[in-house]
């Protein structure tokens, strides 16, 4: 049995789960609504305050949707509760961030500044000059947009310019030597 797919998923107060036909779960929280569909196969049931996710039987498939399932469906309720933030930080010598309206403007070291819409659903601030955070309660926005920041200046080994995640640990590379 899958480890994570077996355990239960708690469903706190002021959280209203709503399971429709084809697995169509709706999750109603403090901070906002998610919807997704989920794979057809799972049979998800909603007991008092907690979520089961059950499988079919032990295919290979079944097997790694069941843990999948059961983890999107409590990403959905961790985002209506408390939502999810990343952290980026960009380091170099004239790089800088800042924030008009809903456009983020990145000075990377470029010839022009990078202007970035802010998605639907996600709220961007600037911390200083140089501290992005994402907040939203779609875990996957937050981390695809996070990771698009991140794109247009990549950090690299040598003296770790670019935009890096707060918790990341860039591997650094030393440089050449001169000839003796």
Sequence with gaps: MSRIGRMPIA???GVTVDIA???KVTVKG????????LPAE?????EGSEI????PNDLKKMKSLHGLTRTLINNMIIGVTDGYEKVLEINGVGYRAAKQGKTLTLSLGYSHPVVMEDPEGLEI????????????IDKEKVGQY????????????????????????????V???GKK
Excluded: C, H
């Excluded at 403090?30 to 569909?37: A, F, I, Q, S, Y």
């Excluded at 799972?42 to 909603?46: E, G, H, N, V, Y």
């Excluded at 089961?52 to 499988?55: A, D, L, N, Q």
């Excluded at 996070?146 to 590379?173: F, H, L, N, S």
């Design 11 to 13: 469903v706190p107060a």
């Design 21 to 23: 036909e084809n697995n």
């Design 30 to 37: 403090p901070k906002g609504t998610l919807e997704r569909v």
């Design 42 to 46: 799972m049979q998800i049931k909603l």
């Design 52 to 55: 089961t996710v059950s499988r």
């Design 125 to 136: 601030t600037v911390d200083g000059q140089n501290k992005i955070i994402v907040r939203g």
């Design 146 to 173: 996070a990771a698009e920041i991140r794109e247009k200046r990549a950090p690299e080994p040598y003296k770790g310019k670019g935009i890096k995640y707060a918790d990341e640990v860039i591997r650094r590379k």
């Design 175 to 177: 440089g050449k030597t």
